[in-house]
């Protein structure tokens, strides 16, 4: 498995490739940091990969696994098939959805429960917690409910552009960073190679890091990876790389 482990170290590394200003060095300084993974092309273009490859992460087994922001249940369904012997738990704010997947999903040992985890106790939460395009503050609020209830975590985190400024606390360079990454998020016409791209790809790993070194904090282990990248069709029907590529994990240590 590809990784990069989280530290200052790594986060004050990008921050000066940012400030050097050169694309060569930010694209090499980003390789080193986040390692792409080589998969065949026929693979990519699927939704599904970035399912699998979140359970490949999961390098244990886990009595409960709550997947937060389960949507469609379809992450949540592999999960249950993949780990038969465990609870596997999706939660969602969306009614419609829940209902939807309670219908769809028939597992043993599926259970879909409709919350708002800004608002409920956090009284379903397992030893695992896995969340798959978790919007703006989600990978936040779920950060910390793992660190409130002794959990892992594996979360890919989207939607950097919607995330409130006062959250972060554990770099001086936050506010700057917020501010960035929410202009650069509406640029999103161009493939991997752009410049542009390069930046906000940095922005959103300055975030990650950030997100690792509070779980260090709290005495886990914090490591991001590289989740294979995917094509999507846009209007214009040209194909794009979803962006959509840095994991978290963070694996309680005491
Ligand atoms: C971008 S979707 C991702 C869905 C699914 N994980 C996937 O990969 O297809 C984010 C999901 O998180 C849910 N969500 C957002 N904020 C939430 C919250 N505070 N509590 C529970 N669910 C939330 C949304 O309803 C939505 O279904």
Redesign the pocket.
Known sequence: MIESNVSKQSYELLFEAINVGSKTHLKETLEYLLPSKKIADSNIGKKQI?YFESVNLIQQPYSNIV??????G??TKILSEEFPESNIIG????KD?IEKNKRKFNQKNIQFIC????NESKKYFGDLVV?????GD?TD?SIDIVILSNSDIIITP?CYGKLTKNRYEYSKNNENIISKVKKLEGLQKQGRETYTDLIRESYRLLINIDRGLKLKTYGFDAEIVRLIPQKQIIKNKKQRLSTLNQTIIGTKQW
């Not at 997947?67 to 469609?72: A, K, R, S, T």
């Not at 969340?131 to 919007?135: A, D, Q, V």
């Open positions: 970035q997947e937060i922001g389960c949507g469609d379809e992450l939660v969602d704010r969306n959805l919350e708002d985890i800004q969340g798959l395009h978790t919007c989600l609020e989207c």
